[in-house]
């Protein structure tokens, strides 16, 4: 019993190692790395985001947000303006540019989503998805009980 639930983690871990590499390829010639399609992707969901926010959303530090927004804002995706509240802030404002990345982004994980899911009938998926968030929840309770 062991052994399977080893293949199935390794499997899971090799299926998530897969996927990531079907985002490289797609995004490869949009001088967009792929965290930084995750990251604007974020910030189209959460506008009013801090730096502070936005590492928490997408578990990575503060200087790894910083550093991918600093490249961002230098080609064009988003800018920096003052919060008219208080000038101690700056909003991040995702630009035009940025926002065609996000809709290509979308396109792009649509497209990736279709495809590793091919061939799954609904009940497939439902069933699927009912073990995958049952498999979430037990993680998360274990990782809880770590305290």
Same mark, same amino acid.
Do not use: H, P, W
């Given at each position: 019993m062991n052994d399977e639930r080893s293949r199935i983690i390794c499997l899971m871990q090799t299926i998530n190692r897969n996927m990531?590499?079907?985002v490289e390829k797609k995004v490869a010639g949009t001088g967009v790395f792929r965290s930084q399609h995750k990251l604007l992707m974020t910030l189209g969901n959460h506008q009013d985001c801090s730096q502070t926010e936005l590492a928490e959303k997408l578990e990575i530090s503060p200087a790894a947000v910083?550093?991918?927004?600093?490249?961002?804002? =230098? *080609?064009?995706y988003i800018s920096r303006q003052c919060d008219s509240r208080d000038n101690r802030v700056n909003?991040?404002?995702?630009?035009?540019?940025?926002q065609d990345m996000i809709h290509r982004s979308v396109e792009y994980f649509q497209e990736i989503d279709e495809n590793m899911l091919?061939?799954?009938s609904e009940q497939e998926l439902q069933e699927l998805n009912g073990l995958l968030v049952?498999?979430?929840?037990?993680?998360?309770?274990?990782? =809880? *009980?770590?305290?």
């Open positions: 990531k590499r079907c910083a550093v991918s927004l600093k490249k961002m804002e =230098k *080609s064009g909003q991040i404002v995702i630009t035009e540019k940025g091919k061939g799954f049952r498999m979430l929840q037990n993680g998360e309770a274990y990782y =809880k *009980s770590l305290d």
